[in-house]
């Protein structure tokens, strides 16, 4: 079971870049660590998680970030923060790929300019965080149970629903940043996430391990 609470406000995500080359890269890495290690360990499948931890898989995505730092465009490539987070989902499907077998699209989901397709379904990953897994073994099956529903209850809400609420309460991104992603304005943003926060309770409304916390 998760509490969802409000996030703080985010770090600063405009930096001299891409002009500051690789220091400018290591500090926007720096300033953002916490919230990037948040999406990856979000996004990442649990075999995987069991392989390497979020750490090498941020350092990973630094590496390929610097290898296309030149390339990067505002225009196209949005601001130096979303940028990353692209290059990170890039990065979390190739370890998925390469760890895992697993057969992953490298293309962008219809939901806005900078999203990727997430290595893990959203729905998924969403499940697993409120319901998370059983401490015990004998446990375990009807852990698993509760998840196949929860998902498939999660699933019943649009994927730029889902998309907002883990990038507001499991990836800690701003109402802004959301925005960007998801390629709407800012007050949409804002409207579709507190619709999709009720959805959410609704169609959960049923699971008693489900609780939310801390949200109007």
């Not at 809400?157 to 991104?173: G, P, T, V």
């Not at 609704?202 to 391990?209: H, M, R, T």
């Amino acid at each position: 079971m998760v509490a969802i609470m409000e996030m703080n406000s985010p770090q600063e995500t405009t930096l001299d870049f891409p002009e500051g080359g690789q220091e400018a890269l290591a500090r926007l890495v720096d300033a953002n660590r916490e919230r990037f290690l948040a999406m990856i360990r979000f996004r990442m499948d649990r075999r995987l998680a069991t392989r390497i931890d979020a750490e090498d898989g941020l350092q990973e995505a630094y590496y390929e970030a610097v290898k296309r730092i030149d390339s990067y465009e505002p225009e196209s490539c949005g601001t130096p923060f979303v940028w990353m987070r692209t290059m990170i989902f890039q990065t979390l499907i190739d370890l998925h790929r390469r760890h895992l077998g697993a057969k992953m699209r490298d293309v962008r989901l219809e939901l806005g300019e900078h999203k990727m397709i997430a290595p893990q379904a959203t729905s998924m990953c969403l499940a697993e965080k409120f319901f998370g897994k059983s401490p015990s073994p004998s446990g375990e099956v009807m852990a698993r149970d509760m998840l196949d529903k929860a998902r498939a209850a999660i699933e019943k809400m649009s994927n730029m629903d889902q998309e907002i609420l883990a990038m507001r309460h499991f990836e800690e991104l701003s109402n802004k940043e959301c925005a960007e992603v998801l390629g709407i304005e800012a007050k949409a943003a804002s409207i579709r996430y507190v619709r999709a926060l009720t959805r959410l309770k609704d169609l959960l409304a049923g699971f008693s391990a489900f609780r939310l916390e801390g949200m109007a």
